[in-house]
Every structure is written in structure tokens, then in C-alpha cells.
């Protein structure tokens, strides 16, 4: 049985980063929170212009970083100093100032993995099934084309409100974004 | 309104369309590849063969097929590896601490900078895994727990090499491929087979482009710069310190680390410049990787080349100043021993070449700057030998001194590290876009039409 053609949200494309700024700005104002401005770099003062809070990537990192430096310090200090002591040229077993490279190494290690996957998880990457894809048009977005999708999900979202609303913001076309029916 | 931007001339020239940009750096890994990229191919996979080969050769035969002996018990091998790692680092200054500054034309040449790192720590690698001799016991470098109970050294700088040279290749591998995601997500848009498609969806991971992703993504990609930094600073000092806090006169010596470091940048940028110099004649992106580009490669070179040729001068006087006989013989022997022929092939390249980049005539003229590039790579890879070899054939006792002279297999397997790292790099160029568009499109000058944050806001409203 054929189920019927379900309407995911709207797309709608702008002429270049400038119109695309502006939109944002005013669909933000509308009240819509479920809506993303995608475009082929990332655009100077979007963040204000789309009202998001800063990243929190920086604070997770940050926490990685001297997590790693103290799981660094704990198996030096552990293998070298507990588990198997062994003098070696008269130094400390427990030779802080010795082990400070691989301290630094870990903790740049950690932070690292946490910035890449931290930031994948944020973006809810990998994802490989999203509304916007199916717009054939939304593969320019990659090259050349700027667009703002709404998704149905959003408290705001009416079809035909939410589209006067994006044709008033300078949208030069506005496209539904339906699901494929599923045989 | 088309001459607005007069304030700040473009790095990119030609005036490219966001889309003929994408074109031209797309096309060059959709369209056959040429005759010349299969015969280069050809040559280098060969010569991987030959590394493979000797590398099977040296581990059933042992590490005494290569010229080693005693005194001279470090020799290619480890010239090599810190030739190869010290090249790797041009190509984090670049992706790292110029994105820092904001130094917007490390934007056409990140991208395969950043390739040319991580092959050559790969083939950096090779050399302290076979010079163990018995790589099956390679585990041995890591903290894992074993039958003896054991556990590696934390005191030895040569432990701290493998933590740091091991992080330094995953944050690059890293750093590169968060780069690469949306530039794969391009390639995915435009990809024709269902293949291409599969495999491009996968690796692009589903990137829509939407600011709700820039913004997270651009915090990563700065805080992955900021960590990079650090860590890259970090990894030929800690190299340097192999060296540096042995007794061996020559090794014994302080100013290692930021000799090093400033080595190793400097050898790295002669590496791009050879590499992008062959890159935008082959697929004609002289529009991109301009002569502006090439030219700010050649200041950081002679920069770089002077605080070489300053430690060589510093090194000079503390042999003498220091009152220590060893020391100053070590030197000594360096310029006037058996093995001066190394030395002033090290001075000539590396103190002299730099030179020729003071006249802007020069430093803007192809030729000149491949060939003195080329003279740099080769000064520096003398550099290392000197620091090594030199110094350990005539120690303290001249009862114990020796002479070192390759083999074969030290030939074979430095030529074919050659061969895995140009094999690696033409098929990066083959199959990954090697200007990172993404990165570029943010800097041409349509694309700052609608910020407020840059300074020339003088548009006339353009819609």
C-alpha cells in the first residue's frame, strides 16, 4: 500500500552570502529554531545573524586535554615509580621533568580525537538521511548555491505561511522538501 | 562596482565564479588520468617495491647489511628519519600556525602541504621501525603489558620520540581529513557512477553545508590548529633531545630544539615549493597557486635558512667558548675532517642558496626557486648526516674512531622511501581534490559580501 507523500519542510535558495545573511536573520526573528542556512563555506556572522550560542567544542576539548595529561601522569608515574621500579642513570622513579614529552603528547592526542569527534557528534555526523537531500537542486549547495530549510518538525512551520515568509526574505525559490513514497 | 576590492589585492587571480573554481579542482580527479601521471606512477610504485624488497632483505639478514658499524652505530637510517619528519612540518606550519594568523593565502596550498606531511611521517616511520633490527619485538616501544612484566623507559627521549611522533601523525591524519570532509561532500554532489557516489557518501559522512555544522566545524578546526601548534613545535624538539642529552660532543648541546625546529620548517617549505611548483604547471592552477604564494614560501625559506645558518655560527662559537677540547675538535674535524666534503655541501645549501631569496627578482622566478629548493632538500638531508655520522666517527678515544660509508641497502632504502612517498602523493592527487575548496571559496572576494566584520564595507548594495 502506497503511503502517501509526506511533506518534511521547505528549501529555498538566495542569490549569494549576502541575501542568504539577511534571510537568516529574519527567519530567525519569526520565532523558527529548527532551520539551517547551508551554504558552500562558512559565512562571516552567521552565528549572530542565526542567533546560536557558541560551540561548546572548546570546553570539551579542554577537559580532554588535561584528562589525557593526567592519565599520562598516572601511567608513568605508576609503570615507572610502582608497579616495576628501576633505577636508571640516578634519576627519581617518579622524574616528573622526565616524563612532561609524553604528558604533553597525550593530552594533544586526547584533545584532538575529542575536537574531531566531539565535533562530528555535535553535528549528529555521520548522517546519511536528511530532508534536504531530497532536493536535486541541494547538490549545488556544495558548489555554488546558498539555501535556508525549514523543517516540518518546527513548532512555526505551516506550509504555506512558512513559505510567504521565506518568498518575503528574497528566497528566489522556494521547493517542498517531500518524502519519496515508500513502494 | 567591480574594482571595490583595491584595498587588498586577491590572492586568487583570474576572478573565479564560485562554481568554475569547484570545476577546476574538481575536474582534475574526474577527468583520465594523463600518460605522465601512469609513467611517474610507474617509476615510484617500483621503487616502493625496491623499499619493500630491502626491508625483507634487512630483516632476514639483520641490521649488518646496511654500513652501520661501531663507532657509527646511528647513521642513514636515522639521517632519514629526522630528514623525513623534519619535512612533514612545513605542512602543519602551514594548515596550524598560519591559519592562526590568519594568513589567508595558506588557503591554496594547505591542502597538499598537509598530504606531503603525512606521507613523509609515514615514510619517516619506516626507518626507526627497521633500524630496531628485531621489528617483530616492535611492541616492546609501547606501554603494553607483557609476560617479562616490563615496562618501556619513560626517562629515554627515545620513548618520547615514539609517543611524539605517533601523535603527530594521527593529529595531522586527523586535522587533514576534518579538512577534506566537505570538499569530499563536493566531490559526492558531483559524482556520476553509483560507486564514486557509495564511497563519496560514506567519507563525505553526509555533509549538508548547513551553518549549524560550519559552526561547530569551524571551532574544531580551530582548536585542532591550536593543538597542532604546540604538538608540532614540540616533536622536532623532541627529536632534537635523541641527540641532545647523550654525552656525545657535537650532541651535547642546548640549542638543539629550536635548531631543529627551524631546520625542519625550513627543509619542509623547500619540499612544498619543489612540490608545488610541479603541482600548478602539471594541472594549470597558476591561478591559484600564484607566484605571490610562491613567493611568501621563498621569505619563510630565507628566514628559516638564517636562524639555520645563525645556529651553525652559534654552535661554532660554543665548541670554542666552552673551553671543552672534545667539543671543539668535534667542530673542527666537522669542517676540516674526513668528513668536510659533507659539511660544506651542508653550508653551501643551506647558508648560501636561502641567500639568493633577498632579490625579489629571484625569489619570483620559477627556476630559480625549484632549483635552490631542490639544493635546500638536499643541504638539509647533508645537514643531518653531518650531525650524526660526523660526530659519532671520531669520538673521544681516537683508539675508537671509525669511518662510515653506506651499503647498498642504505642507498636502496633511502631511494625507495623516495619511491613510497611520491607513489602516496600521486595518488592523492589523483583521487582527493588537492586545493581545499571549500577553504578557498571563503576568501575570494564575493564571498565577503556579507559580513561585517571586514573592514572594506564600501558596496553599494548589491542585490
Known sequence: MAVENRNEGLLARYEGPAELLAAARKVADAGYHKFDCHSPFPIHGMDEAMRLKRSPLGYMVGIAAFTGAGLALLLQGWTSAIDYPLIISGKPFFSYQAFMPVTFGLAVLLGAFTAVFGMLALNRLPQFYHAVFHSDRFARVTRDAFFISIEASDPHYDREQTRTLLLATGALEVEDLTAEPQS | ?463
Request: glycine share 8%.
Open chain 2, 1 to 463: 562596482m567591480s574594482s571595490i576590492h583595491n584595498q587588498e589585492q586577491q590572492w586568487i587571480e583570474g576572478h573565479p565564479t564560485f562554481g568554475s573554481l569547484t570545476d577546476q579542482v574538481s575536474e582534475l580527479t574526474e577527468k583520465k588520468a594523463s600518460r605522465t601521471w601512469y609513467i611517474a606512477l610507474a617509476v615510484s610504485s617500483s621503487l616502493t617495491v625496491v623499499l619493500l624488497a630491502l626491508i625483507g632483505y634487512l630483516v632476514t639478514r639483520g641490521i649488518g647489511v646496511w654500513g652501520n658499524n661501531i663507532p657509527v652505530a646511528w647513521a642513514w637510517d636515522i639521517v632519514n628519519f629526522v630528514f623525513w619528519i623534519g619535512i612533514g612540518h612545513a605542512g602543519t606550519l602551514i594548515s596550524a600556525i598560519l591559519f592562526l594568523l590568519r594568513q589567508q593565502w595558506r588557503t591554496s596550498i594547505n591542502r597538499f602541504a598537509e598530504a606531503m606531511t603525512i606521507f613523509a611521517v609515514i615514510c619517516a616511520l619506516v626507518f626507526p621501525s627497521i633500524h630496531v633490527g628485531r621489528i617483530w619485538l616492535i611492541y616492546w616501544l609501547f606501554p603494553l603489558p607483557n609476560q617479562m612484566a616490563m615496562w618501556p623507559n619513560f626517562r629515554s627521549p627515545l620513548l618520547w620520540d615514539v609517543f611524539a611522533v605517533s601523535t603527530y601523525f594521527t593529529v595531522s591524519l586527523l586535522f587533514w581529513y576534518v579538512g577534506l570532509v566537505p570538499d569530499l561532500a563536493t566531490m559526492r554532489d558531483r559524482a556520476k557512477t553509483r560507486f564514486k557516489k557509495i564511497m563519496l557518501g560514506i567519507l563525505s559522512l553526509g555533509w549538508r553545508g548547513g551553518n549549524r555544522q560550519w559552526q561547530h566545524y569551524e571551532m574544531a578546526y580551530l582548536l585542532l590548529a591550536g593543538l597542532s601548534t604546540p604538538l608540532v613545535l614540540s616533536v622536532h624538539s623532541v627529536v632534537s633531545t635523541d641527540f641532545a642529552t647523550s654525552v656525545i660532543p657535537g650532541w651535547h648541546t642546548t640549542i638543539f630544539p629550536p635548531y631543529f625546529v627551524a631546520g625542519a620548517i625550513f627543509s619542509g617549505f623547500a619540499m612544498v615549493t619543489t612540490l608545488a611548483i610541479i603541482v600548478r604547471k602539471v594541472f594549470a592552477l597558476q591561478n591559484i597557486i600564484t607566484v605571490r604564494h610562491l613567493e611568501n614560501m621563498c621569505k619563510i625559506m630565507l628566514v628559516t635558512g638564517l636562524m639555520v645558518g645563525y645556529a651553525y655560527g652559534v654552535e661554532f662559537f660554543i665548541a670554542w667558548y666552552s673551553g671543552n677540547i672534545y667539543e671543539r675538535f668535534t667542530f673542527l674535524n666537522r669542517a676540516f675532517g674526513p668528513y668536510a666534503w659533507a659539511y660544506w655541501i651542508m653550508i653551501s645549501c643551506n647558508v648560501l642558496v636561502p641567500q639568493l631569496f633577498w632579490f625579489k627578482k629571484l625569489r619570483t622566478s620559477i627556476p630559480v626557486m625549484f632549483v635552490a629548493a631542490l639544493l635546500i632538500n638536499l643541504g638539509m638531508w647533508f645537514e643531518r648526516f653531518v650531525i650524526i655520522v660526523s660526530s659519532l666517527s671520531r669520538d673521544f678515544l681516537p683508539g675508537a674512531w671509525g669511518y662510515y660509508k653506506p651499503s647498498w641497502v642504505d642507498v636502496g632504502i633511502f631511494a625507495g622511501s623516495f619511491g613510497l612517498f611520491f607513489t602516496l602523493f600521486l595518488l592523492f592527487i589523483r583521487f582527493l581534490p588537492i586545493i581545499a575548496m571549500s577553504e578557498v571559496k571563503g576568501i575570494l572576494p564575493q564571498a565577503q559580501a556579507g559580513a561585517d566584520s571586514i573592514p572594506h564595507q564600501n558596496h553599494s548594495g548589491r542585490s
